[in-house]
């Protein structure tokens, strides 16, 4: 093919030839469109795709935080627990302690509290024998029958052994005295 032949056929198909660039052309052009738009969606999805990383990101750092916190708070409850335990073991064996003492204290006071009434009923008793000594009066013989402060005497001293004969026997302390209330009995009755 030499110019002349091309310069012909470029006449005969120059409208073709024409129309196919311009087809060419306008679906370049569109496709060139398509692209820049896809293009700019490509770019506008990538943002988007990035600021999900970003707030994923994030919220995962925030959820580590708070993860972080929360097994902070669950070692110092946990702290705290072990603390409170050895606390109520302290208070427990305190109170063991307490209530053993206040028991041996309790037992203490009720054996003070008997040899305390065991004393003073011994010096009742004793201040009773006194009273009977202090009548002057022999119990083991009875006084002759026209004595009438010696019949005085002897039912006083008579009455005084018999409350300490009794008073003895209410507290428990008839047997500690017995050789003195023997010693002091009567064995005679009176004929007057």
Request: aromatic fraction near 10%; glycine fraction near 4%; charge should be neutral.
């Amino acid at each position: 093919m030499n110019l002349k032949e091309l310069s012909n056929f470029i006449r005969k198909n120059l409208v073709a030839c024409i129309v196919s660039l311009l087809i060419f052309g306008a679906f370049g052009a569109f496709l060139v469109q398509q692209y820049i738009v896809l293009y700019d969606k490509k770019n506008e999805l990538d943002q988007q795709v990035k600021a999900f990383y970003d707030e994923s990101l994030i919220k995962q750092e925030e959820f580590l935080k708070r993860e972080k916190e929360v097994y902070k708070q669950e070692i110092s409850i946990k702290s705290e627990k072990e603390t409170y335990a050895k606390k109520l073991l302290e208070l427990d064996s305190l109170k063991t302690k307490y209530e053993k003492l206040n028991a041996e204290l309790n037992e203490s006071a009720r054996a003070s509290s008997v040899e305390m009434r065991r004393q003073i009923a011994e010096e009742k008793l004793n201040s009773l024998m006194s009273e009977i000594s202090a009548t002057g009066a022999n119990l083991r013989a009875t006084p002759e029958c026209n004595d009438k402060e010696g019949w005085k005497q002897y039912n006083i001293a008579r009455s005084k052994l018999n409350e300490a004969i009794s008073f003895a026997r209410a507290h428990g302390l008839y047997e500690d005295y017995q050789g003195f209330f023997n010693a002091n009995s009567s064995l005679m009755m009176s004929t007057c």
